[in-house]
């Protein structure tokens, strides 16, 4: 019998931590029936420890790979039967009220993100935390949080109005959305395996396939620390190479330039010519939208490509690029594109004309109905290539 939520905390080599939010979970206004929670063990050396709890709790664990938090979040979701996932870091100790203000604010439809604040709870035991938590006994030292994510969800009345670049704001140590959801864009990419960066690749693909979002403000979980910005190290060095771990997966040009070659493009064209459009003709209009920068194109034939450009395949896109993509392009004219085109047609999107359907995968989950598109320039068929590369 399925429960209404399932809690997953991803855990690594930290019992002091996860004593702290195992006994916090204990004190929530949710009535314990409501949940259960599974910690996810990320291969550590001397697995976790539950205790009894008033809640159902189990443990599953995974090889130690290196850090693959994403990969143990979906470990754990698979675990439980929660109609609402939850995921709550194991370093993360949540207010009593934080399960039923986040799954309120989830409602079964959205993708909610809590509120983290951050302070040193190094002083702090299970009864300690009890106290402070409910009698309002002293409490840990606050540390400062980050700036930068306060005005992104009061800039966006608190991720209502989220857009494509609203991903940024969803941190995954605080954030609940629905089964459904979850397992309809396939979870945290298994491909991430190093800590941090795996929350926005997800979130994104969360908004692509049609998800709202929400910051619901009052279901507060304490983080054990200060935020990235005041940790010890090299902090552009670290986030340099989170940039470029997740560039490969997150079309954002914002996050990953427009003139790179990518698995993923930000731009999907698929041709629907008809069969008689001679070859010049197909590679001078596919050549204009290459000028785009950030594009994949797919012949939807198994007929080779006429130029070797590995941005232009045979057959067609998979779901995982349909999935990841700004806009998809169904191309039924050779038209004439340049490096504009694919950028004025995705902010007419969804649009469709006798040359082109384009939208975005967000617009095809909502069903969002197609306006007019304006005509193109077609290309000649007669067309001389050097001619035209000449311009």
């Not at 439980?80 to 986040?102: I, M, N, R, S």
């Not at 005041?230 to 997150?250: F, H, M, Q, S, Y």
């Not at 197909?282 to 490509?305: F, H, K, N, Q, Y």
């Amino acid at each position: 019998m399925s429960v209404r939520a399932t809690v997953v905390v991803p855990f690594f080599e930290d019992q002091r931590c996860l004593d702290l939010v195992l006994a916090a979970l204990e004190l929530q206004t949710l009535p314990a029936g409501d949940f259960e929670v599974v910690v996810a063990d990320d291969g550590s050396p001397h697995p976790p420890i539950t205790g009894e709890r008033p809640y159902a709790v189990c443990t599953v664990r995974q090889d130690d790979l290196g850090a693959r938090p994403g990969t143990a979040r979906n470990l754990g979701a698979r675990a439980g039967t929660g109609q609402v996932l939850v995921f709550l870091d194991g370093d993360t100790v949540p207010e009593p009220a934080y399960l039923a203000e986040l799954l309120d604010a989830c409602d079964g439809r959205r993708l909610a993100v809590g509120r983290r604040r951050h302070a040193d709870l190094s002083g702090f035991d299970a009864a300690a935390l009890r106290r402070w938590l409910t009698t309002g006994a002293p409490a840990p030292p606050e540390l400062p949080a980050p700036e930068w994510l306060e005005h992104g969800y009061a800039a966006s009345d608190d991720l209502r109005d989220s857009d494509l670049r609203s991903y940024r704001f969803v941190i995954s140590a605080v954030m609940a959305c629905p089964r459904e959801l979850f397992l309809r864009v396939g979870g945290f990419a298994e491909e991430l395996n190093r800590y941090g960066g795996e929350d926005w690749e997800l979130a994104r693909r969360c908004w692509l396939a049609g998800a709202d979002f929400v910051h619901a403000r009052r279901a507060v979980a304490w983080h054990d620390g200060p935020d990235f910005a005041g940790r010890p190290g090299d902090l552009a060095a670290v986030k340099n190479a989170e940039t470029l771990r997740i560039a490969g997966l997150l079309t954002d040009p914002a996050l990953r330039g427009r003139g790179l070659l990518w698995p993923y493009p930000r731009f999907v064209v698929r041709l629907a010519l008809p069969a008689d459009v001679p070859d010049a003709v197909r590679v001078a209009c596919c050549e204009g939208l290459l000028a785009a920068g950030d594009v994949g194109i797919w012949l939807g034939t198994d007929d080779p490509s006429p130029v070797p450009d590995p941005r232009i395949r045979p057959g067609l896109p998979s779901a995982a690029v349909l999935g990841r993509c700004e806009l998809v392009v169904d191309l039924f004219a050779p038209v004439a594109a340049d490096a504009d085109t694919l950028e004025t047609w995705q902010r007419s999107a969804p649009a469709r004309s006798t040359q082109a359907f384009v939208r975005s995968p967000r617009d095809e989950a909502r069903g969002q109905e197609a306006g007019p598109l304006d005509a193109q320039p077609v290309l000649p068929e007669d067309l001389q290539l050097e001619r035209w590369f000449a311009r």
